[in-house]
Protein backbone atom coordinates (compact mmCIF):
# COMPACT_ATOMS: atom_id res chain seq x y z
CA UNK A 1 0.00 0.00 0.00
CA UNK A 2 1.41 3.45 -1.05
CA UNK A 3 -0.86 5.73 1.75
CA UNK A 4 -0.77 8.17 -1.20
CA UNK A 5 -4.34 9.40 -0.94
CA UNK A 6 -4.02 9.28 3.18
CA UNK A 7 -0.49 11.29 2.67
CA UNK A 8 -2.43 13.69 0.09
CA UNK A 9 -5.70 14.42 2.63
CA UNK A 10 -3.52 14.83 5.18
CA UNK A 11 -1.31 18.05 4.17
CA UNK A 12 -3.96 19.51 2.79
CA UNK A 13 -6.08 19.36 6.17
CA UNK A 14 -3.47 20.91 7.88
CA UNK A 15 -1.93 23.29 5.74
CA UNK A 16 -3.01 26.50 7.46
CA UNK A 17 -1.48 24.70 10.12
CA UNK A 18 1.53 23.88 8.85
CA UNK A 19 1.93 27.86 7.81
CA UNK A 20 1.17 29.20 11.10
CA UNK A 21 4.01 27.22 12.09
CA UNK A 22 6.38 28.48 9.33
CA UNK A 23 6.02 31.98 10.66
CA UNK A 24 6.21 31.36 14.17
CA UNK A 25 9.20 30.06 13.77
CA UNK A 26 10.71 32.42 11.06
CA UNK A 27 9.24 35.91 13.39
CA UNK A 28 12.38 34.10 15.44
CA UNK A 29 15.66 36.10 14.50
CA UNK A 30 18.29 33.23 14.47
CA UNK A 31 21.23 34.68 12.76
CA UNK A 32 24.42 32.85 14.58
CA UNK A 33 25.32 35.49 18.22
CA UNK A 34 27.90 35.53 19.77
CA UNK A 35 28.04 32.47 22.76
CA UNK A 36 26.27 32.66 26.45
CA UNK A 37 26.30 30.24 28.95
CA UNK A 38 24.36 27.32 27.70
CA UNK A 39 23.62 28.88 24.16
CA UNK A 40 26.85 28.32 21.74
CA UNK A 41 25.50 29.99 19.18
CA UNK A 42 23.96 33.35 21.07
CA UNK A 43 20.17 33.43 22.29
CA UNK A 44 18.27 34.04 19.06
CA UNK A 45 19.55 30.36 17.65
CA UNK A 46 18.66 28.75 20.97
CA UNK A 47 15.39 30.31 21.61
CA UNK A 48 14.76 29.47 17.72
CA UNK A 49 15.57 25.42 18.21
CA UNK A 50 13.52 25.56 21.92
CA UNK A 51 10.53 26.45 20.36
CA UNK A 52 10.93 23.82 16.99
CA UNK A 53 11.88 21.37 19.51
CA UNK A 54 8.62 22.24 21.70
CA UNK A 55 6.10 22.37 18.47
CA UNK A 56 7.81 18.57 17.97
CA UNK A 57 7.22 17.86 21.58
CA UNK A 58 3.71 18.93 21.34
CA UNK A 59 2.60 16.29 18.31
CA UNK A 60 3.82 13.94 20.34
CA UNK A 61 7.43 12.99 18.89
CA UNK A 62 10.43 11.90 21.59
CA UNK A 63 13.06 14.82 21.32
CA UNK A 64 16.16 14.96 22.23
CA UNK A 65 18.50 18.40 22.99
CA UNK A 66 22.27 18.33 21.94
CA UNK A 67 24.03 21.03 24.53
CA UNK A 68 21.93 23.14 22.66
CA UNK A 69 24.10 22.46 19.00
CA UNK A 70 21.56 19.88 17.99
CA UNK A 71 17.79 19.20 18.61
CA UNK A 72 16.84 15.55 17.15
CA UNK A 73 12.82 13.94 16.83
CA UNK A 74 12.35 10.65 16.33
CA UNK A 75 9.23 9.15 14.71
CA UNK A 76 10.03 5.58 16.42
CA UNK A 77 12.96 3.67 18.96
CA UNK A 78 13.38 0.98 16.15
CA UNK A 79 16.64 0.87 14.53
CA UNK A 80 18.42 3.52 12.39
CA UNK A 81 17.06 4.08 8.76
CA UNK A 82 16.62 7.75 7.50
CA UNK A 83 17.57 10.79 8.97
CA UNK A 84 16.62 14.52 7.37
CA UNK A 85 18.70 16.92 8.48
CA UNK A 86 17.82 20.37 8.29
CA UNK A 87 19.20 24.13 9.83
CA UNK A 88 17.35 26.79 11.92
CA UNK A 89 20.30 29.26 11.77
CA UNK A 90 19.90 32.10 9.29
CA UNK A 91 21.41 35.02 7.40
CA UNK A 92 21.69 38.14 9.07
CA UNK A 93 18.65 40.14 7.73
CA UNK A 94 20.46 42.47 5.35
CA UNK A 95 19.21 45.43 3.44
CA UNK A 96 16.89 45.65 1.01
CA UNK A 97 13.42 44.39 1.95
CA UNK A 98 10.49 45.76 0.66
CA UNK A 99 7.33 43.05 0.77
CA UNK A 100 7.98 42.93 4.83
CA UNK A 101 10.67 42.94 7.30
CA UNK A 102 13.23 40.27 7.81
CA UNK A 103 11.74 38.51 10.95
CA UNK A 104 8.17 39.88 10.62
CA UNK A 105 6.67 36.99 7.65
CA UNK A 106 4.01 37.46 5.65
CA UNK A 107 1.92 35.23 3.64
CA UNK A 108 1.18 37.07 0.05
CA UNK A 109 -0.24 35.90 -3.11
CA UNK A 110 0.49 32.05 -2.36
CA UNK A 111 3.90 32.64 -0.58
CA UNK A 112 5.70 33.06 2.63
CA UNK A 113 8.12 35.93 2.80
CA UNK A 114 10.76 36.37 5.35
CA UNK A 115 13.95 34.82 6.28
CA UNK A 116 14.34 31.50 7.08
CA UNK A 117 11.03 30.77 5.17
CA UNK A 118 13.27 29.26 1.88
CA UNK A 119 16.39 28.31 3.97
CA UNK A 120 15.63 26.54 6.00
CA UNK A 121 13.14 26.52 8.46
CA UNK A 122 9.98 26.39 5.89
CA UNK A 123 11.44 23.13 4.83
CA UNK A 124 12.20 21.92 8.25
CA UNK A 125 8.16 21.92 8.98
CA UNK A 126 7.48 20.84 6.07
CA UNK A 127 9.63 17.09 7.28
CA UNK A 128 8.23 17.88 10.63
CA UNK A 129 5.06 17.53 9.49
CA UNK A 130 5.88 14.39 6.62
CA UNK A 131 7.03 12.96 9.87
CA UNK A 132 3.22 13.93 12.09
CA UNK A 133 1.71 12.49 8.74
CA UNK A 134 3.20 8.95 8.92
CA UNK A 135 2.69 9.08 13.18
CA UNK A 136 -1.13 10.18 12.96
CA UNK A 137 -2.11 8.23 9.97
CA UNK A 138 -0.85 5.01 11.92
CA UNK A 139 1.38 3.86 8.84
CA UNK A 140 3.43 0.83 10.38
CA UNK A 141 6.97 1.50 10.00
CA UNK A 142 10.33 -0.91 10.26
CA UNK A 143 12.77 1.39 10.86
CA UNK A 144 12.99 4.78 12.53
CA UNK A 145 13.99 8.36 10.59
CA UNK A 146 14.76 10.98 12.85
CA UNK A 147 15.11 14.40 12.09
CA UNK A 148 17.75 16.40 13.21
CA UNK A 149 17.58 20.14 13.25
CA UNK A 150 21.03 22.15 13.30
CA UNK A 151 22.02 25.63 14.11
CA UNK A 152 25.26 26.68 12.53
CA UNK A 153 24.91 25.89 9.11
CA UNK A 154 25.43 29.05 8.02
CA UNK A 155 28.82 29.41 9.49
CA UNK A 156 30.95 26.43 9.33
CA UNK A 157 28.32 23.60 10.54
CA UNK A 158 30.53 23.28 14.20
CA UNK A 159 26.86 22.28 15.51
CA UNK A 160 26.71 18.85 13.32
CA UNK A 161 30.44 17.91 13.83
CA UNK A 162 29.40 17.88 17.74
CA UNK A 163 26.75 15.94 17.24
CA UNK A 164 28.21 13.69 14.74
CA UNK A 165 31.10 12.95 17.80
CA UNK A 166 28.19 11.70 19.52
CA UNK A 167 25.58 9.81 17.04
CA UNK A 168 26.60 7.41 13.99
CA UNK A 169 25.30 8.47 10.56
CA UNK A 170 22.00 6.69 9.20
CA UNK A 171 22.40 4.39 6.55
CA UNK A 172 20.57 7.13 4.50
CA UNK A 173 20.11 10.97 5.37
CA UNK A 174 18.51 13.50 2.48
CA UNK A 175 18.57 17.50 3.78
CA UNK A 176 15.46 19.97 2.69
CA UNK A 177 18.03 22.13 1.66
CA UNK A 178 18.43 22.86 -1.64
CA UNK A 179 16.08 22.39 -4.72
CA UNK A 180 14.59 19.46 -6.21
CA UNK A 181 15.16 16.56 -7.34
CA UNK A 182 18.07 15.26 -5.78
CA UNK A 183 21.68 16.99 -5.41
CA UNK A 184 24.18 14.04 -5.26
CA UNK A 185 27.16 16.11 -6.16
CA UNK A 186 28.65 19.09 -4.48
CA UNK A 187 31.31 21.17 -5.48
CA UNK A 188 34.56 21.50 -3.24
CA UNK A 189 35.20 24.50 -0.98
CA UNK A 190 37.88 26.97 -0.91
CA UNK A 191 37.39 30.24 1.64
CA UNK A 192 40.22 33.04 0.04
CA UNK A 193 41.71 34.95 2.73
CA UNK A 194 43.89 37.38 2.48
CA UNK A 195 45.76 40.17 3.96
CA UNK A 196 48.50 42.97 3.41
CA UNK A 197 49.82 46.00 5.55
CA UNK A 198 51.31 49.30 4.41
CA UNK A 199 52.21 52.43 5.35
CA UNK A 200 49.74 55.43 5.74
CA UNK A 201 49.97 57.95 3.51
CA UNK A 202 47.67 61.57 3.91
CA UNK A 203 48.41 62.85 0.83
CA UNK A 204 45.27 64.06 -0.86
CA UNK A 205 42.59 63.06 -2.18
CA UNK A 206 43.00 59.24 -0.64
CA UNK A 207 41.12 56.53 0.45
CA UNK A 208 40.40 56.29 4.20
CA UNK A 209 38.61 53.24 4.36
CA UNK A 210 36.71 50.60 2.64
CA UNK A 211 33.94 48.30 4.64
CA UNK A 212 32.10 45.57 2.52
CA UNK A 213 31.01 41.77 3.50
CA UNK A 214 28.70 40.27 5.74
CA UNK A 215 29.97 36.87 5.70
CA UNK A 216 31.78 34.55 3.24
CA UNK A 217 28.94 32.92 1.50
CA UNK A 218 27.09 35.76 0.95
CA UNK A 219 27.34 38.02 -2.18
CA UNK A 220 27.75 41.29 -1.09
CA UNK A 221 24.33 43.66 -2.35
CA UNK A 222 25.76 47.12 -0.68
CA UNK A 223 29.79 48.50 -0.05
CA UNK A 224 30.76 51.25 1.59
CA UNK A 225 33.86 53.72 1.05
CA UNK A 226 34.79 56.68 2.28
CA UNK A 227 37.31 58.98 0.74
CA UNK A 228 38.72 62.42 1.23
CA UNK A 229 39.36 65.39 -0.99
CA UNK A 230 37.62 64.66 -4.47
CA UNK A 231 34.57 67.36 -5.40
CA UNK A 232 31.37 66.54 -5.96
CA UNK A 233 31.63 66.71 -9.65
CA UNK A 234 34.64 64.64 -10.05
CA UNK A 235 32.99 61.96 -7.91
CA UNK A 236 29.60 61.99 -10.07
CA UNK A 237 31.63 61.74 -12.83
CA UNK A 238 33.46 58.90 -11.66
CA UNK A 239 30.15 57.39 -10.58
CA UNK A 240 28.41 57.56 -14.03
CA UNK A 241 31.14 55.72 -16.01
CA UNK A 242 31.38 53.11 -13.04
CA UNK A 243 27.99 52.53 -13.44
CA UNK A 244 27.92 52.01 -16.78
CA UNK A 245 30.82 49.68 -16.94
CA UNK A 246 29.72 47.40 -13.91
CA UNK A 247 25.49 48.10 -13.49
CA UNK A 248 25.98 48.78 -9.72
CA UNK A 249 24.64 51.94 -8.45
CA UNK A 250 27.12 54.80 -6.51
CA UNK A 251 25.27 56.72 -4.06
CA UNK A 252 27.09 59.23 -1.80
CA UNK A 253 26.64 61.24 0.97
CA UNK A 254 28.79 64.59 0.96
CA UNK A 255 30.70 65.32 4.83
CA UNK A 256 32.37 68.35 6.47
CA UNK A 257 31.42 70.51 2.97
CA UNK A 258 33.34 73.47 3.40
CA UNK A 259 35.11 75.82 0.32
CA UNK A 260 38.06 73.82 0.71
CA UNK A 261 37.94 71.14 -1.61
CA UNK A 262 40.98 69.22 0.57
CA UNK A 263 38.84 68.61 3.51
CA UNK A 264 35.63 67.35 1.89
CA UNK A 265 34.57 63.61 3.24
CA UNK A 266 32.88 61.58 1.11
CA UNK A 267 31.00 58.20 1.81
CA UNK A 268 30.31 56.19 -0.92
CA UNK A 269 27.74 53.36 -1.36
CA UNK A 270 27.81 51.10 -4.03
CA UNK A 271 24.61 49.64 -4.43
CA UNK A 272 24.58 45.87 -6.42
CA UNK A 273 21.74 42.83 -5.82
CA UNK A 274 22.40 40.47 -3.20
CA UNK A 275 22.62 36.76 -3.64
CA UNK A 276 24.07 33.54 -2.59
CA UNK A 277 27.87 33.07 -2.82
CA UNK A 278 27.19 29.68 -4.86
CA UNK A 279 25.35 31.18 -7.61
CA UNK A 280 27.32 34.45 -8.52
CA UNK A 281 25.59 34.60 -11.60
CA UNK A 282 22.06 35.35 -10.24
CA UNK A 283 23.32 38.46 -8.38
CA UNK A 284 25.58 41.51 -8.65
CA UNK A 285 28.21 42.03 -6.44
CA UNK A 286 28.63 45.46 -5.02
CA UNK A 287 32.01 45.04 -3.27
CA UNK A 288 33.78 44.37 -6.62
CA UNK A 289 31.63 47.24 -8.47
CA UNK A 290 33.20 49.67 -5.17
CA UNK A 291 36.69 48.78 -6.22
CA UNK A 292 35.74 49.18 -10.06
CA UNK A 293 34.21 52.70 -9.05
CA UNK A 294 37.28 53.63 -6.32
CA UNK A 295 39.95 52.98 -8.80
CA UNK A 296 38.62 55.17 -11.68
CA UNK A 297 39.22 58.05 -9.19
CA UNK A 298 42.12 60.20 -9.59
CA UNK A 299 43.40 59.89 -5.96
CA UNK A 300 46.88 60.65 -4.97
CA UNK A 301 49.14 57.57 -5.81
CA UNK A 302 49.94 55.07 -2.57
CA UNK A 303 51.22 51.60 -1.47
CA UNK A 304 46.63 51.74 -0.63
CA UNK A 305 45.78 52.77 -4.25
CA UNK A 306 47.76 50.57 -6.12
CA UNK A 307 46.91 47.17 -3.74
CA UNK A 308 43.33 48.28 -4.59
CA UNK A 309 44.07 48.24 -8.80
CA UNK A 310 45.92 44.99 -7.66
CA UNK A 311 42.74 43.18 -6.38
CA UNK A 312 40.96 44.51 -9.16
CA UNK A 313 43.38 42.81 -11.30
CA UNK A 314 43.07 39.51 -9.68
CA UNK A 315 39.11 39.46 -8.99
CA UNK A 316 37.53 42.18 -11.35
CA UNK A 317 34.00 42.63 -11.55
CA UNK A 318 31.74 40.02 -13.44
CA UNK A 319 34.95 37.27 -13.42
CA UNK A 320 33.06 34.83 -11.65
CA UNK A 321 35.30 32.26 -13.09
CA UNK A 322 38.69 32.59 -11.57
CA UNK A 323 39.88 33.62 -15.10
CA UNK A 324 42.04 36.26 -13.86
CA UNK A 325 43.20 34.77 -10.73
CA UNK A 326 44.30 31.41 -13.11
CA UNK A 327 41.85 28.72 -11.60
CA UNK A 328 39.43 29.13 -13.84
CA UNK A 329 38.26 24.99 -14.72
CA UNK A 330 35.41 22.88 -15.06
CA UNK A 331 34.11 19.20 -15.04
CA UNK A 332 31.18 17.58 -16.53
CA UNK A 333 29.96 15.91 -13.33
CA UNK A 334 29.65 19.60 -11.35
CA UNK A 335 30.38 22.47 -13.57
CA UNK A 336 32.21 25.42 -13.65
CA UNK A 337 34.73 26.64 -10.42
CA UNK A 338 32.92 30.25 -9.17
CA UNK A 339 34.34 33.18 -7.37
CA UNK A 340 33.24 35.92 -5.33
CA UNK A 341 34.91 38.24 -3.48
CA UNK A 342 32.27 38.68 -0.78
CA UNK A 343 34.15 40.76 2.20
CA UNK A 344 36.64 44.01 2.56
CA UNK A 345 37.58 45.85 5.18
CA UNK A 346 40.71 48.38 4.00
CA UNK A 347 41.95 52.01 5.85
CA UNK A 348 45.26 53.54 5.33
CA UNK A 349 47.37 51.13 6.90
CA UNK A 350 46.07 48.14 5.43
CA UNK A 351 43.46 45.65 4.37
CA UNK A 352 42.08 41.96 4.82
CA UNK A 353 39.43 40.10 2.75
CA UNK A 354 37.63 36.77 1.67
CA UNK A 355 36.71 35.03 -1.58
CA UNK A 356 34.77 32.24 -1.56
CA UNK A 357 35.09 29.71 -4.25
CA UNK A 358 33.45 26.75 -5.04
CA UNK A 359 35.04 23.76 -6.60
CA UNK A 360 34.55 21.15 -8.91
CA UNK A 361 34.92 17.71 -8.37
CA UNK A 362 38.29 17.50 -11.03
CA UNK A 363 40.18 20.72 -8.52
CA UNK A 364 42.79 19.90 -6.58
CA UNK A 365 44.98 21.86 -4.02
CA UNK A 366 47.76 22.26 -6.65
CA UNK A 367 44.94 23.25 -8.81
CA UNK A 368 43.17 25.76 -7.02
CA UNK A 369 44.65 26.72 -3.41
CA UNK A 370 48.45 26.62 -4.86
CA UNK A 371 47.60 28.97 -8.27
CA UNK A 372 45.65 31.75 -5.91
CA UNK A 373 48.01 31.48 -3.82
CA UNK A 374 50.80 32.70 -6.74
CA UNK A 375 48.70 35.20 -8.16
CA UNK A 376 47.77 36.69 -5.22
CA UNK A 377 51.46 36.84 -3.52
CA UNK A 378 53.12 37.89 -6.78
CA UNK A 379 50.82 41.17 -6.21
CA UNK A 380 52.29 41.78 -3.10
CA UNK A 381 49.06 39.79 -0.58
CA UNK A 382 49.66 37.58 1.75
CA UNK A 383 47.24 34.68 0.83
CA UNK A 384 46.33 32.98 4.33
CA UNK A 385 44.21 29.91 3.13
CA UNK A 386 46.34 26.56 3.55
CA UNK A 387 43.35 23.94 2.91
CA UNK A 388 39.76 23.11 0.81
CA UNK A 389 36.98 21.47 1.15
CA UNK A 390 37.01 18.41 -0.81
CA UNK A 391 33.62 18.38 -3.17
CA UNK A 392 30.83 15.25 -2.38
CA UNK A 393 29.48 12.86 -4.71
CA UNK A 394 26.81 9.75 -4.00
CA UNK A 395 26.03 7.05 -6.82
CA UNK A 396 22.59 7.93 -8.49
CA UNK A 397 22.01 4.40 -9.18
CA UNK A 398 21.95 3.45 -5.30
CA UNK A 399 18.18 2.51 -3.92
CA UNK A 400 18.21 5.27 -2.19
CA UNK A 401 18.59 7.86 -4.28
CA UNK A 402 16.75 6.18 -7.18
CA UNK A 403 14.03 6.00 -4.26
CA UNK A 404 13.81 9.81 -4.24
CA UNK A 405 13.77 10.89 -7.86
CA UNK A 406 10.49 8.21 -8.57
CA UNK A 407 8.81 9.96 -5.47
CA UNK A 408 9.10 12.96 -6.83
CA UNK A 409 8.75 11.87 -10.29
CA UNK A 410 4.73 10.52 -8.72
CA UNK A 411 4.21 13.72 -6.75
CA UNK A 412 5.26 16.01 -9.16
CA UNK A 413 5.31 14.77 -12.60
CA UNK A 414 8.03 16.30 -13.28
CA UNK A 415 11.06 13.95 -14.98
CA UNK A 416 13.55 13.53 -11.50
CA UNK A 417 17.12 13.58 -12.16
CA UNK A 418 20.37 14.05 -10.17
CA UNK A 419 22.04 17.18 -10.22
CA UNK A 420 25.10 18.97 -8.90
CA UNK A 421 25.33 22.12 -6.91
CA UNK A 422 28.15 25.20 -6.04
CA UNK A 423 25.89 25.62 -3.09
CA UNK A 424 27.25 22.91 0.24
CA UNK A 425 24.60 21.52 2.21
CA UNK A 426 24.52 20.33 5.96
CA UNK A 427 25.10 16.44 3.97
CA UNK A 428 28.12 17.32 2.26
CA UNK A 429 30.31 15.19 4.73
CA UNK A 430 28.21 12.57 5.17
CA UNK A 431 29.29 9.19 3.29
CA UNK A 432 25.67 8.20 1.85
CA UNK A 433 23.93 12.01 2.29
CA UNK A 434 21.99 13.76 -0.89
CA UNK A 435 20.11 17.35 -0.56
CA UNK A 436 16.55 16.39 -1.94
CA UNK A 437 14.19 19.73 -1.84
CA UNK A 438 12.47 21.86 -0.95
CA UNK A 439 12.46 24.43 -3.58
CA UNK A 440 10.76 23.88 -7.31
CA UNK A 441 12.87 24.10 -9.81
CA UNK A 442 12.86 27.37 -11.97
CA UNK A 443 11.81 28.70 -8.37
CA UNK A 444 13.82 31.84 -7.12
CA UNK A 445 13.26 32.50 -3.57
CA UNK A 446 15.67 35.16 -3.17
CA UNK A 447 17.54 32.58 -0.50
CA UNK A 448 20.04 34.76 1.27
CA UNK A 449 18.29 38.11 -0.23
CA UNK A 450 16.28 40.70 0.33
CA UNK A 451 12.51 39.36 0.59
CA UNK A 452 13.19 35.83 0.81
CA UNK A 453 10.31 33.81 -0.05
CA UNK A 454 8.64 30.68 -0.09
CA UNK A 455 5.86 29.22 -2.28
CA UNK A 456 3.35 27.52 -0.19
CA UNK A 457 2.21 25.05 -2.97
CA UNK A 458 5.82 23.57 -3.27
CA UNK A 459 6.12 23.65 0.82
CA UNK A 460 3.10 21.31 1.13
CA UNK A 461 3.98 19.24 -1.77
CA UNK A 462 7.44 18.98 -0.41
CA UNK A 463 5.97 17.43 2.97
CA UNK A 464 3.65 15.21 0.98
CA UNK A 465 7.39 13.64 -0.89
CA UNK A 466 9.14 13.57 2.20
CA UNK A 467 6.14 11.47 3.70
CA UNK A 468 5.71 9.24 1.09
CA UNK A 469 9.68 8.43 0.81
CA UNK A 470 9.61 7.93 4.84
CA UNK A 471 7.31 5.24 3.60
CA UNK A 472 8.73 3.84 1.11
CA UNK A 473 12.22 3.90 2.68
CA UNK A 474 11.34 2.83 6.21
CA UNK A 475 7.73 1.74 6.23
CA UNK A 476 6.65 -2.27 6.85
CA UNK A 477 7.36 -3.66 3.43
Known amino acids: MDYRKEIESYMEAHRQEMIDDICSLCSINSEKQPYKEGMPYGEGVYKALS ?215 TVITAVGKAGHAAFPEEANNALTGLLAFINILPLKESPCTKMLKALEELIPHGDIYGENLGIAMEDELSGKLTVVFSMLNADENGMEGWFDTRCPVCATEETVLQKAKAAMEAKGITFLTDSMRAPHHVDGNSHFVKTLLAVYEEYTGRKGECQSTGGGTYVHDLKNGVAFGATMPGTDNRMHGADEFAVIDELVVSAKIFAQVIVNLCGTV
Request: with cysteine; glycine share 8%.
Open 51 to 265: AALSMAEDYGFSINNYDAYVGTVDLNEKEKGLDILAHLDVVPAGEGWKETQAFEPVVKEGRIYGRGTADDKGPAVAALYAMRAVKELGIPMEKNVRLILGTDEECGSSDIAHYYAIEKEAPMTFSPDADFPVTNTEKGRMNGHFAAQWAADDALPKLCSIKAGTKINVLPGKAEATVQGLSRETLEEAAKKAEEKTGVRYEMRFEDFTEKEDDMV
